[in-house]
Structure formats: structure tokens, C-alpha cells
């Protein structure tokens, strides 16, 4: 075989082994199955902010286009949600105390320090016990600094989202927005 021939031919196998490995590779539970689009910010629409001075940061909620579009008031979030939460650091005065714009809003800090996802896809969420199980959603958190993912454990994240919200989607703020009359 010439090289590129042997090269031609190498691809084709590669092609059809990932196709059938994307095919086969059946669910699991976790946040690997979340990925942080790399053009979020650019893309995505950031549909509210929410001010925390308890917390003294605000949390900036993005959701992807496709989503945003088919949001409807009294229904499940549409399959595909990516609900992105990306928090920022409120800026205070000397003493440590939030300070407010003209509107009485927190001023936020340049950086993110915090990237949190929920995301909803047909079929996810099977395998995990009742007491935590989100419908068909999966949560991860990101390195606000690179985008890669941060392990660490995300029962908290089930939990309260359940407590909370199981009627309305596990969501809180996406939720909210779509039932909101405009
Ligand atoms: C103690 C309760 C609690 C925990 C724990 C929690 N959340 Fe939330 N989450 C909220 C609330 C409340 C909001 C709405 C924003 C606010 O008021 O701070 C929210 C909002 C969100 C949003 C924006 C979309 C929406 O539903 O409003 C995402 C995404 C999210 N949380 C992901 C996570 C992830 C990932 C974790 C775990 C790392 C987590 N949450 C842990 C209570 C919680």
C-alpha cells in the first residue's frame, strides 16, 4: 500500500470506531457527560443576573440559544438545556461591605470564580437513586480560569435542586424566567 492510500485507509477505521463507539457506549450517571461549549460566552443568552449580598457575589445565568428559544411557560424545560451559572465577586468597600450602583445592584468584579452547568438530555439521570435523582439532568461545576471540568462530589447539587424544585424542573432561575409573564 502507498502511504497515503495506508493513511486513507487508516481513517476510515478510526471514523467508522468512533461511530460505533459513540453508538454503543451506553449512559452513565456523572458529570463527564457535560461539556462546557468552548464559545459559551459568545453564544449563549444570558437571560437574568442575580445579586446574593449574602454571599456578596453576583450569579450571571446563561442558557444555549436553542433552549431559550423553546422555553414555554407551564412545561419542562426543553431537552438540551445547558443552564450555565457563572458567578463573580461583588465589589466592596474598605470595610467589606457590599457597595450598590444607582439601581441598588451589587457592581461585580471583572472574573468569574465559580462556573456551575445543568444540563437535560432524553434518557439521562437513569441509575441514580431516588433520593438524588434530577429527572433526566446532570450538574458539573468549571474552572473558571480554563473551562475544564472540576471534579469533586455534586450531591449537594441534587439534593437541593430536588428539595427545591422538583416541580418545577429542578430548575430555579431558568424556570422562573420562562414562567415569568413578559
Ligand atoms: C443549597 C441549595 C443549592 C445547592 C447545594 C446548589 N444549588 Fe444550584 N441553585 C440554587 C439556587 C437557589 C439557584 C438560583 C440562584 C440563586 O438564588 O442563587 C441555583 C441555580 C443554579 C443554576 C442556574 C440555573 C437555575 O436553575 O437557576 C445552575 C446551573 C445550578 N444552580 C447548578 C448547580 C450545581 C452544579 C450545583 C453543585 C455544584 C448546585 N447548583 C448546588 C440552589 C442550590
Known amino acids: 500500500m502507498t502511504r497515503p492510500a495506508f493513511l486513507a485507509a487508516f481513517a476510515v477505521v478510526a471514523a467508522l470506531g468512533s461511530a460505533a463507539m459513540a453508538q454503543t457506549r451506553p449512559y452513565a450517571p456523572g ?6 461549549p468552548a464559545d459559551w460566552q459568545q453564544r449563549f443568552i444570558r437571560y437574568t443576573t442575580v445579586d446574593r449580598p449574602d454571599r456578596k457575589i453576583i450569579r450571571n445565568m446563561y442558557v444555549n440559544p436553542e433552549a431559550y428559544a423553546a422555553l414555554r411557560a407551564g412545561q419542562p424545560l426543553p431537552y438540551g438545556t445547558l443552564a450555565i451559572m457563572a458567578d ?6 474598605a470595610a467589606g461591605n457590599v457597595l450598590l450602583d444607582g439601581n441598588g445592584r451589587l457592581i461585580p468584579e471583572p472574573a468569574f ?16 437513586g431516588p433520593e438524588l435523582r434530577n429527572g433526566e439532568w446532570e450538574y458539573a461545576r468549571f474552572s473558571p480560569a480554563n473551562g475544564t471540568r ?3 462530589p455534586l450531591t449537594a447539587c441534587f439534593t437541593c ?5 422538583a416541580q418545577q424542573d429542578f430548575s ?3 424556570w422562573d424566567y420562562a414562567n415569568r409573564s413578559r
Do not use: C, M, P
Not at 458529570?31 to 462546557?36: G, K
Not at 435542586?161 to 424544585?165: D, E, I, K, S
Open 161 to 165: 435542586h430536588l428539595q427545591a424544585r
Open 31 to 36: 458529570a463527564h457527560n457535560i461539556e462546557l
Open 113 to 128: 470564580i465559580a462556573i456551575a452547568a445543568q444540563q437535560k438530555e432524553r434518557g439521562w439521570g437513569e441509575g441514580y
Open 150 to 152: 472540576v471534579e469533586g
Open 88 to 93: 463573580q465577586r461583588a465589589r466592596v468597600d
Open 172 to 174: 430555579f432561575s431558568t
